[in-house]
């Protein structure tokens, strides 16, 4: 990317400015994915560069009973130094295991639900967990549902002329939470990919089950999810099958690689297991 400007705003309302004056222009938080990975952007021609890095109000992260509410400029670091408890324990070890120690001091949330070409990290877990994203353009402001970024080929669908400013996390607890990640640890992989799963019982049954395997493109169903609600804990072993055999079914039809479909299964798999052990989040 060959960059002929750089605009440091100072607050918001400049950054907004400067991106209706500049609607190409490329938005840098931490920089540490726009800059990882060679040219990231037509090289032909020369860019502006909006810096968010000095903006105060998008640093702020606050609490309700309800939710956690976090500003898009606050750093992976920053989310980890919170204290225990403040922000739900599934997403807290997601974090954890983004990067090195000098990545996450730069990183920052937004930036990371930001990557236009594939879901990074923080993005399954928050997806499941239904959290809504702020977007500001000019004066005018929209919460969007992030489940509402995933294009229907399953790929990132994100806004383009928009700041993402803040991000709205749900504290609904949840009895099951896995997060595991394949792939290589620490450095910046494409062939990373990252399984979730989220469940809620009530009075020994499944209330609410959630899974997100985002591998190349995000893979879910709500339609499994839903026919899964309502079945008594432990899950019966014909219900797993059924389940998996459905899971097969929906990756064979949104033609999924064989390799990554397997992965899928396996985690699916032992979610169910881990979910009839009573494994708490
Ligand atoms: C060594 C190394 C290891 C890494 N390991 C991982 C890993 O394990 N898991 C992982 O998920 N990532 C990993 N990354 C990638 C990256 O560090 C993270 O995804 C990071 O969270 C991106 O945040 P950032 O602030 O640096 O974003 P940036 O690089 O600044 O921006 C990323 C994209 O988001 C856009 N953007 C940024 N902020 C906003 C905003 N507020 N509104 C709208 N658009 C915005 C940018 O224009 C850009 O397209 C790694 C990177 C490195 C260098």
Not at 25 to 54: K, M, Q, W, Y
Not at 166 to 178: E, M
């Amino acid at each position: 990317m060959r960059i002929d400007e750089v605009i440091v705003p100072a607050t918001l309302s400049e950054a907004l400015s400067a991106l209706k004056r500049n609607p190409d222009a490329v938005l840098c938080a931490g920089g540490t994915e726009l800059f990882s990975e060679g040219p990231a952007g037509p090289a032909d021609r020369n860019r502006t560069l909006i810096s968010l890095h000095g903006i105060q109000e998008l640093r702020h992260v606050s609490r309700t009973d309800l939710y956690v509410e976090v500003g898009s400029m606050t750093t992976l670091a920053e989310l980890l130094a919170l204290k225990e408890g403040f922000v739900p324990e599934t997403l807290r070890s997601v974090v954890h295991g983004i990067g090195t120690f000098a990545v996450r001091n730069l990183a920052t949330l937004g930036g990371n639900l930001s990557v236009t070409d594939r879901f990074r990290d923080c993005f399954p877990i928050l997806a499941c967990m239904d959290a809504l994203a702020e977007y500001r353009q000019g004066t005018a402001s929209r919460w969007v549902n992030l489940n509402r970024l995933i294009g229907p080929r399953g790929t990132p669908e994100m806004p383009r002329g928009e700041i993402l400013t803040r991000i709205r996390i749900p504290l609904g607890g949840w009895d099951l939470g896995i997060a595991h990640k394949l792939g290589f640890p620490r450095i910046n992989s494409r062939k990373s990919s990252l399984f979730v799963a989220l469940a809620r019982t009530d009075k020994r049954a499944l209330s609410d089950i959630r899974i997100l395997y985002a591998c190349d493109r995000a893979l879910r169903s709500r339609e499994i999810e839903s026919s899964l609600a309502g079945k008594k804990i432990p899950l019966l072993p014909r219900d797993i099958e059924s389940a998996v055999g459905a899971y097969a079914d929906y990756c064979s039809h949104a033609g999924i690689r064989e390799s990554s479909a397997a992965r899928f299964l396996t985690l699916v798999r032992r979610a169910f297991n881990q979910l009839n052990e009573g494994v708490t989040a």
